[in-house]
C-alpha cells in the first residue's frame, strides 16, 4: 500500500457543484495534514492545514479521519477557477517523512 | 512578498555538462527542500536543510549535491546531468517540519 493515496481523477462538475476528495494515509503515526493546490506546469500552494476537529475556508472544508486514515477536502459552489489539481500532503514525523500524494485533478465545467 | 525564489526558470543542459540551481528565501525560515516532479509520480525529495549548516539526503539523492549557503539560500548540483534528470525541480521552505511548506514557481529542466 502506497503511503498516501489519491484517486487522479479527473472529476469534471459544472459550476455550482459541491464536490468532495479522499486521501488516505498509511502512517498511523501521522501527524499534520494538509491540502495544497497546483495549476498545470505551476508550484504547489497551500489552500489548507487540516485539523483534528476539522476547519473550514470560505467554500472549502477539510477534514481528518484518524480511524480510517484518511482526509477528505469539499469544496461547495464550484468555480471555474478551482480547476486545478489538488494535493494532499501527511507528515509523519521527521523531515524524511512529509509524503505528497499524487494529486486529484478537478476540472470545472461551465 | 517574493517568498521563495528560484533560479533559473527553465535550462537545456546536454548530458554529462553541471549546473547550479538556486534557491532564497526571505521569510526567514529555518528548513529548506528540493524537490523533483516528475508525471504520475507527485514530489520527492531530493534533499533537505533542517536548519543553516546541515543537509541531508532524501528519497532520491543520487547524482545531486546541496549547499546551504547561509540561512537564506538552499542550492542544488548536478555533477554530470543525464537524460532521467528531466524534470521540473521545486526549491521550499518552512519554519517547522510541522508546518506547511512554502514553494518557489519551479525550475524546468531538460537533458538532451
Known amino acids: 500500500r502506497k503511503e498516501v493515496e489519491q484517486d487522479p481523477g479527473p472529476f469534471n462538475v459544472p459550476e455550482g457543484a459541491t464536490v468532495a476528495f479522499n486521501c488516505t494515509y498509511s502512517?498511523?503515526?501521522?501527524?499534520?495534514f494538509f491540502w495544497y493546490r497546483q495549476d498545470c506546469r505551476k508550484e504547489p500552494k497551500l489552500l489548507m492545514s487540516?485539523?483534528?476537529s476539522g476547519n473550514e475556508d470560505g467554500r472549502f472544508t477539510a477534514q481528518l479521519n484518524r480511524a480510517s486514515q484518511y482526509i477528505s477536502l469539499l469544496i461547495r459552489d464550484s468555480k471555474l477557477s478551482d480547476s486545478a489539481t489538488y494535493l494532499c500532503?501527511?507528515?509523519?514525523?521527521?523531515?524524511?517523512?512529509?509524503?505528497f500524494g499524487t494529486g486529484t485533478k478537478l476540472q470545472v465545467i461551465p | 512578498n517574493a517568498g521563495v525564489t528560484q533560479t533559473p526558470k527553465f535550462q537545456v543542459l546536454k548530458t554529462g555538462q553541471s549546473m547550479t540551481l538556486q534557491c532564497a528565501q526571505d521569510?526567514?525560515?529555518?528548513?529548506m527542500y528540493w524537490y523533483r516532479q516528475d508525471p504520475g509520480m507527485g514530489l520527492r525529495l531530493i534533499y533537505y536543510?533542517?536548519?543553516?549548516?546541515?543537509?541531508d539526503k532524501g528519497e532520491v539523492p543520487n547524482g545531486y549535491n546541496v549547499s546551504r549557503l547561509n540561512k537564506r539560500e538552499f542550492s542544488l548540483r548536478l555533477e554530470s546531468a543525464a537524460p532521467s534528470q528531466t524534470s521540473v525541480y521545486f526549491c521550499?521552505?518552512?519554519?517547522?517540519?510541522?508546518?506547511?511548506?512554502?514553494f518557489g514557481d519551479g525550475t524546468r529542466l531538460s537533458i538532451l
Open positions: 521569510m526567514n525560515h529555518n528548513s
Open positions: 487540516v485539523y483534528s
Open positions: 536543510s533542517a536548519s543553516e549548516g546541515t543537509t
Open positions: 521550499a521552505s518552512t519554519e517547522q517540519v510541522n508546518q506547511p511548506q512554502h
Open positions: 502512517n498511523s503515526a501521522s501527524q499534520s
Open positions: 500532503v501527511v507528515n509523519s514525523g521527521g523531515y524524511q517523512k512529509v509524503t
